[in-house]
């Protein structure tokens, strides 16, 4: 063993006095094997950094009765004092120096003459007997002369700490004796390289803990972020997502957390007002302090007395800020003082300000009020926590504005739907009342016009030819009339659902007859060639005459009305248990946009020609359709712009409906309704 550490090499000597060189003839005994393995059993027995480090200092302090040790390390262009050994005489000299061994650093710069920081340039072992050769940057000289003397010290050594090659840090001693560190330096520079190793060792396991230590944090933090997004994401109140919000954050950050402040930002007016803030102890004695209620609080972009404010600031630039000064967020609500007294009191370290966005668009700032824990710190640990919490109570925020946009929308919607169900329910009236009021003096203007008709018949001259001509017009125009008040009087019905059938057997060939002879003159006014296609035989029909004579009537005057020139062709065929009525004309036809309109409530075809003025009420082809839904029948349109159009009537030979005592027949099919209309 001897053998193997003698041929360890030491640290070479130079032109440096204080330099000093390794005795390569040194003999290792028995007492060095013995500290040797004292000491690294000592500091490989723990992986606490801290004890690695006091033990190295105090158990080499202890076996070589030094009077004192430091141990310093390197971080970044520093020297640190990391700790001292514990003995009467370093207390006292760090009493005479009045300071902390953590305010003792050195700075590293390329021609220091401070041994340490020389020490761990060169990695070289550097000696001497004037302490302010190792204190210079940190002592002055005539304080480095008083320290030595207290503590008796008379020679001085740094020895550099190596780990993979490189030095990390150096070991300080002194002794009372003048011999110099002739005997130790081989031993020191060999445990040194030992306790390099043990410190790199604390230093991994370190980090590995601090590691798993955030891990750890990060899965109770998502735990508690997943109960924050559960419990805010089932409320839809803006204002109350906000509290909620606030009053859950706490759990997330645990005592580092002081409270969270939420300020909202209307563009329109560019003011920013407390929308909600953590009901801590520690937030409302601060709110006592400043004295103000924070929810009375408002600032204007555009008052230059904010123009540093914090949340100003965010929301202007759209980006974090951190700050460790309450002020920046009490800028031109307090004076400095009132402000430095709560910083005080709730032991604000640091403040981080994040902007809230719905749509990309900044709606307010959160705050987060943070004690014992540097902003460095909350960027490498919870600035990702902060930002999950952020992006969650803004798409909460974002669907919570949709749904009360919606509500509102819904509530005037409604508030609409109930006023046009009034004007609905108002026209359903008035066409009742219309076709009912209507419906008594057109049954005596028809039965006068007959009766006038009958008288002028008996009588063959000139005038009774022209009389009988006018009435005759009179009679059609009272016709038109009547089918006009049905088709309102049916239309109420149906919008009311009262629509009653009288069923009985009829003909259908007689109906198609009559209308046919009712609409030929207006055919022939038009020059429109108006013909009519039934099959021999009776067509007999178990359903309601009025109402099917309502749908034949509607069809025929309908494809009269929109052709200005050509034909009305109308064709009756029997298919099984239906009959197919179907009315084809050339007239200005219906695009196939508007086909799927056909049949509703008040619509009137869009003529192709803008100059033709619309015509008829809107609701023949809406009382055809309803009639033959009801009898368990149906509508088909077939149509072609400018080519014209087919409207094809199913109507079932036996009406599928319930039968009602009411009867509701048109007044003018009464008796014999073929009668009526007198040729000369």
Do not use: C, W
Request: hydrophobic content about 40%; cysteine-free; aromatic content about 8%.
């Amino acid at each position: 063993m001897s053998s193997i550490l003698n041929k360890i090499l030491g640290v070479k000597s130079s032109s440096d006095i204080d330099e000093i060189e390794v005795d390569e003839s040194h003999v290792v005994t028995q007492e060095d094997l013995s500290i040797i393995e004292d000491t690294s059993i000592s500091i490989m027995s723990t992986l606490s950094f801290e004890e690695v480090l006091q033990k190295s200092i105090d158990r080499l302090v202890l076996r070589y009765k030094f009077l004192g040790g430091l141990l310093f390390l390197i971080e970044k262009d520093y020297v640190y004092a990391k700790t001292i050994s514990g003995s009467v005489l370093a207390e006292a000299f760090l009493k005479l120096i009045g300071k902390p061994i953590t305010d003792l650093h050195i700075q590293i710069t390329e021609n220091s003459e401070n041994y340490v920081v020389k020490t761990i340039q060169t990695g070289k072992v550097y000696s001497s007997d004037n302490l302010y050769d190792f204190t210079k940057g940190v002592l002055n000289q005539s304080l480095s002369s008083t320290a030595g003397f207290v503590t008796r010290t008379h020679s001085f050594i740094s020895v550099p700490i190596n780990h993979q090659g490189k030095t990390i840090g150096a070991m300080f001693f002194s002794k009372s004796s003048s011999e110099g560190f002739d005997k130790e330096i081989k031993l020191l520079t060999l445990i040194a390289s030992q306790i390099g190793i043990a410190i790199a060792n604390a230093r991994l396991y370190s980090d590995l803990k601090k590691q798993y230590e955030i891990v750890s944090l990060k899965n109770t933090q998502l735990d508690s972020i997943n109960k924050f997004t559960n419990k805010i994401i089932s409320n839809l109140d803006p204002e109350q997502v906000v509290q909620e919000a606030l009053d859950i954050i706490p759990d997330l950050f645990g005592n580092k957390y002081i409270g969270t402040l939420y300020a909202n930002f209307d563009k329109e007016k560019r003011i920013l007002g407390v929308g909600g803030y953590s009901q801590t102890t520690v937030t409302e004695a601060g709110f006592k302090l400043f004295g103000v209620d924070p929810r009375a609080i408002r600032i204007s972009l555009d008052d230059k007395r904010f123009e540093n404010h914090l949340n100003s600031q965010v929301v202007r630039s759209g980006e974090i800020i951190f700050t460790d000064k309450l002020h920046d967020l009490g800028n031109g609500l307090a004076n400095e003082l009132i402000i430095d007294k709560v910083q005080q009191f709730i032991n604000l370290t640091a403040l981080v300000a994040v902007p809230i966005r719905i749509k990309n668009k900044i709606v307010g700032v959160l705050d987060f009020f943070m004690s014992g824990i540097t902003i460095d710190e909350i960027k490498e640990r919870e600035l990702d926590t902060i930002k999950i919490i952020t992006n969650q109570l803004s798409t909460v925020l974002e669907n919570a504005s949709l749904y009360h946009q919606v509500d509102i929308a819904l509530s005037e919607l409604k508030e609409k739907n109930e006023k046009l169900e009034e004007k609905y329910q108002f026209e359903k009236d008035m066409m009742g009342i219309l076709g009912h009021e209507l419906r008594s003096p057109m049954t005596v203007a028809r039965g006068m016009a007959e009766l006038v008709i009958e008288k002028a018949k008996n009588s063959s001259n000139i005038e009774n030819d022209y009389l009988i001509d006018k009435l005759n017009k009179i009679y059609t125009s009272v016709i038109k009339e009547s089918d006009l008040i049905q088709t309102l009087l049916s239309a109420s019905h149906l919008d009311n659902n009262k629509l009653v059938f009288n069923l009985g057997e009829f003909n259908f060939k007689d109906l198609v007859e009559f209308a046919v002879m009712t609409f030929k003159k207006d055919a022939e006014e038009k020059k429109i060639e108006l013909t009519s296609h039934v099959p021999d035989g009776d067509l007999i029909l178990l359903s309601d005459q009025s109402r099917i004579q309502e749908v034949v009537n509607n069809l025929i005057s309908n494809a009269i009305k929109y052709t200005d020139t050509g034909f009305v062709k109308v064709v009756t065929r029997l298919d099984n248990d239906f009959i197919e009525f179907s009315v084809e004309d050339s007239g200005i036809g219906i695009s196939e946009k508007e086909l799927p309109n056909i049949g509703k409530r008040f619509y009137r075809v869009n003529e192709v020609d803008k100059s033709r003025q619309k015509t008829g009420t809107g609701l023949g082809l809406y009382v055809v359709k309803g009639i033959l839904e009801n009898m368990g029948g149906k509508l088909v349109v077939e149509s072609e712009v400018n080519k014209g159009s087919k409207f094809t009537a199913f109507i079932p030979t036996k009406a599928k409906v319930e039968v009602s005592n009411t009867t509701l027949e048109n007044p003018f099919l009464k008796g014999d309704m073929f009668e009526g209309i007198v040729k000369k």
